[in-house]
């Protein structure tokens, strides 16, 4: 067992796990944020993204014992004051989700791509998301709602 | 009231839960005392179960019980079923093995079910999943669907592994067509094997109370009552009235979801038998191995045309790959779904379908996004195109001149289409597609050394799954109706029930436009309820693209009877005839007066009949108070959505690369009531037909191992893959429902594989196979340049 110390969406935790648990299960099973969610066994598919210390991160590639002393934001912590963050509004208005499995780590990654391209071009917004499979919407109005949160990140 | 919601728009209910995490999946869900579950699945595609030794496993840290297929025998609990019954062309019945949820004599694919581990935590059921002996005697495994038939039986009891040998349509009248004809065009297609993939891996929970006897099965599914009806009535487990099935948020189905799997069975089973909840969640690489897969034919087919161009005749010889196991829907994907839809837009006055249905060591195939009309639409766009091609005609003037012009025209083969206008689509496409500057477009790709082509693809579907009656009739083991209820509460807001189900299709929002833009109600004053058997009527779920045309129908006629209720107590609160009272925009009138009532002042009239005080609200005579009503509604025909979409790529000869540069297309969906969500559909299904055409493969060895399971081995499209699609529509209204609607689910995945095929083979001149790869299209153009250097 591994004592973990972290902060998540601005809450300070302190668990006891096993030496081995991800930091997806961590999040899902332990803090029952299930907004985080698991759709592949071999870090493909980006369902699991979460920001660690402002990054994304595929949360199955991860220990919970390696976030020690690290600030995670999952999909959950991104409301604030009852408001969506202007990407959650973004997808919103472009019909950006459909069964709204892949959307958490969608959201997540887009944010960071827009944290690091500041007026990415399509190109860039579908090279960058390319860590996250997505089956209902064929992308394109992902693509829509994060050219439609340019500047408002 | 607002202007019309029909039509509109509107965002969606449905997104706020998914935006902030708060969508509650069936994996999300964590009940007290909750057990973990975890599956012994066969690691050979056929062997025969000598004994299972569960000893040291159940003796293991945390291990409550491991169930076996013996365990499964002693409680009687049946196995899962082919719910289709298809007559082979000799007057024979299909041929279906047995399938138990847990197989205790032989396994048939890799994946197949064979133990139950059930432990305190998920770590300590997979731990002593590991101490499961499992001795096999490993026999010769039937991989290959073209090889099925010649192989040794793997079934005892089904020759050449056949299951059926259907035909459909006018043998002799097609072989006097092709006597007749100048030209005969033959084709050879395999339709490549896929998994459906939706990205929330299935998962079940099982929860047995033990004092009042109610069962409850959370699953991930498209279809809860079917579930429950398949379960309770076939596998034997629990009554029906005491068996609640849940389905909550499902991420995703495409097919894949439609019926019950072992797991859900087994799963429910052991909660009952445990005495408490056991909950298993699907890892990818099980989900690989274990879902449905979908297509998987070969095909050979023929086209018998006269030299002006006019096609007088089609052949199709198919033979499609079941799986270890016939599936629930598996008989029909491959017969009426396909059989009936060979013909396409064309008007073919002969036609001739045979479909030899084979059993395999492979994982079940069954209905997967288009289910059977991708198939039909592949070959016969794939055909149209290499007859064009072979006679020097324009590809696109041979459609337009082969089309049916005139409606309602009865198919010489099943299907009667009551509208269309396909000139219409395809003019638009052309259009929109630029095809008339396609060669300046060509030259330029040649001046970067890039071979530029344009594909063409046209479709027909038969939605809105179906006439009870037409089904029933063709083998059907249940009718394809569809209910609804709409409950208006006292303060007027409404709960809507329907017994379809939304995994993505967004019904929260589009059935809520439907029932407002009827009553006249608030879009945000409307409620959707749906996925839970103890709420609402029965109900047959979603696939088909059948829930608007279906259910949506369902809703609009019970949103009927409650204006006809309305119309008789308004009648009396406004003391006017009724056949006076007038019902508009969310009110009743007594025209040329200034006599109203609203509807909710109606609904509330209905929940407090009498006076009192201010309230004074009489019912009529005998009239039962409340305002519910409800709705089952039975088409009388399928709907038939249709479209014209167009492909250009640009391959690059040195690596083989194809790139999709533009995609358009135009589709006849008959009214939309929401364009936003209709164009989500189309885009979904898109990428899964063009994922289907150029980079996703399930691939068997001969041993029947599964080399593709994983999102390592099997290439799910990125956003990177494709292109911005350009989208339009024409509508022809259906006549086949009251709303004029046609469904738009499938229409991506059905018409974009041919689509994208037949620009690429115009694009490298020579055939090549799906999924058109970089390495398959570079060494086909190897072989081009060397046959051609040969016969140089």
Redesign the interface.
Known sequence: MVKVNLSVNGKQIEKEVPDNTLLASFLRDNLNLTGTHIGCDTSQCGACVVHVDGKSIKSCTMLAADAEGSEVTTIEGLEKDGKLHPVQESFKKHHGLQCGYCTPGMVMSSIDLLKTYKNPTDEEIRKGLEGNICRCTGYHNIVAAVKGAIGKV | MAASMIGSKV??K????????????T??I?LHNQSYAVFIRSPHARAKIKGIDTSKAKKASGVIDVLTGKELQEDKIGGLIAGWKIVSKDGTDMKCPAHPALASDTVNYVGDHVALVIAETL?QAKDAADLVKVDYKVLKAVASTADAMSSETIHEGIDKNLCFDWELGDKAKTDEAFSNADRVIEMNLVNNRLVP?????RASIGDYNSSSEELTLYTTSQNPHLSRLVISAFNALHPEHKFRVIAP????G?GSKIYPYSEDVVVAWAAKRLKRPVKWVC???ESFLSDCHGRDHITKCSLAVKNDGTVTGLKVDTIANLGGYASLFATVTPTYLYGPLVLGLYNIPAAYCNVKAVFTNTAPVDAYRGAGRPEATYMIERLMDRAAKEMGIDRAEFRKKNFIKQFPHQQCLVHNIDSGDYDAHFDKALKLADYANFNKRKAESASKGKLRGIGFSTYIEACGIAPSAAVMSLGAGVGLWESAEIRFNPTGNISVFTGTHS????HDTTFAQIVSDKLGVPFENIDLVHGDTDKGPFGMGTYGSRSLAVGGTAIAKACDKIVEKGKAVASKMLEANVDEIEFKDGEFIVPNTNKKKTIGEIAFACYLPGTYGEIKSPLPDGMEPGLKETAFYDPVNFSFPAGSHICEVEVDPTTGETKVDTYTCVDDFGNLINP??V??Q???????GIGQALYENAYYDETGQLVTA???DYC?P???N?P??RIDYTCTPATSNPLGVKGCGEA?AIASPPAVMNAVVDAIGTEVTMPATAEKVWKALKEKTSSAKKAA
């Open positions: 965002e969606r449905e997104d706020k839960k998914f935006l902030t995490g708060k969508g509650r999946y994996a999300d964590t770590q993939n939706a990205m929330e891996p948020d499902v991420g995703g495409f890892e990818r690489t995994h993505g299709q967004s936003m969500i164009e989500g189309i885009h979904g299904g898109l990428a899964q994983s999102y390592m799910m990125r956003a990177d494709f911005e699609f991506g």
